[in-house]
């Protein structure tokens, strides 16, 4: 008696064809993307041997949490204090700390309200200068990683602008040889923040910071005129502010936080690129890097 079997649909094969297909792919895939990253590693490692040995930020210090030395000869420590001695202003206040930047001539009102507060911060421009000849900087801050705060660097500019605005007044009242002294607080500040450490937004506020004093300097010298006095009495001015106009040019010429600038900047994008690449979770399936490291990595 002949005994008929049916055969097997076409489905049955083929999804078995289609199901070993995915393994072997898979196994293809899990394979290739341990190798490179066995070799991106070890190029990882080879590039931060070479930081090691230049001196640069290392990994492990990326850890280490801000740390700036409270010694009197570190000028740092007296660029912080000046920040804190400037107290918050009202925002009529900041209306008119701003219009004094682009605004001219002042009003009275504006006048009589930014001379009150520049009386307030007179102990801070005091404590910004005592930094002047401090023997060293020292922020405190070796390296940064994505995540590290630095609520700090918002408190500098804001005594930037203040400062920048002061440097206003003065010269609206024909005032030079102040408005200069302001002015090349503003320098120094952002000669200051080049110092920030290996952090790459230090570097930008620092950049940011300088601006604004080299905009007073520009203003100033381009011959915006004093209201309300004659010409012979701003140029007897500007004689009289001699010795403030040639240390304020001197350190306008000084490029040594511009080479400050770049180190920092660079090392602090290294940083962040290695904390980037060597961030845990390298190997978890939700990681929204877990498929592209390896390769961003060679």
């Known amino acids: 008696m002949l005994v008929m079997f049916d055969a097997p649909p076409p489905r049955f094969w083929w999804l078995k064809r289609v199901s070993a297909c995915v393994v072997i792919v898979l196994a293809l895939w899990a394979g290739g993307h341990a190798l490179l990253w066995q070799v991106a590693q070890g190029g990882l490692e080879a590039h931060v041997e070479r930081w090691r040995i230049d001196g640069g930020p290392l990994p492990e210090q990326a850890v280490l949490q801000p740390q700036m030395p ?45 001379r009150s507060v520049m009386e307030q911060d007179r102990s801070a421009v005091e404590a910004l200068r005592e930094a002047y000849d401090k023997p060293y900087i020292d922020w405190g801050i070796p390296a940064a990683r994505i995540e590290t705060v630095l609520p700090s660097l918002a408190d500098h500019r804001h005594v930037a602008d203040r400062l920048q605005a002061a440097a206003e007044v003065h010269h609206h009242d024909g005032d030079i040889a102040q408005a200069l002294a302001r002015a090349e607080d503003v320098v120094f500040l952002g000669d200051m923040m ?27 010298v381009a011959g915006t005129p004093v209201p309300g006095i004659s010409p012979e009495e701003e ?57 592209t490291r390896p390769f961003l990595m060679i």
Do not use: C
Request: charge should be neutral.
């Open 70 to 114: 409270d010694d009197p000869g570190n000028a740092a420590a007296w660029v912080v204090k000046a920040a804190g001695l400037m107290p918050r202003l009202s925002q009529p206040q900041v209306d008119n700390w701003n219009a004094a930047i682009v605004v001219r001539p002042l009003s009275g009102a504006q006048l009589e309200a930014m």
């Open 194 to 220: 080049a110092e920030y450490g290996p952090v790459l937004v230090g570097s930008l506020v620092s950049v940011g910071i300088q601006t604004k004093g080299s905009q007073l300097v520009v203003k100033y």
């Open 235 to 291: 140029h007897a001015a500007w004689r009289d502010a001699r010795p403030e106009a040639q240390r304020l040019i001197a350190r306008l010429l000084d490029t040594r936080s511009e080479q400050t600038l770049l180190r920092n900047g660079v090392l602090g994008e290294r940083t962040v690129i290695y904390w980037a690449f060597d961030a845990p979770g390298g190997w978890s399936l939700v990681d929204a890097n877990f498929f």
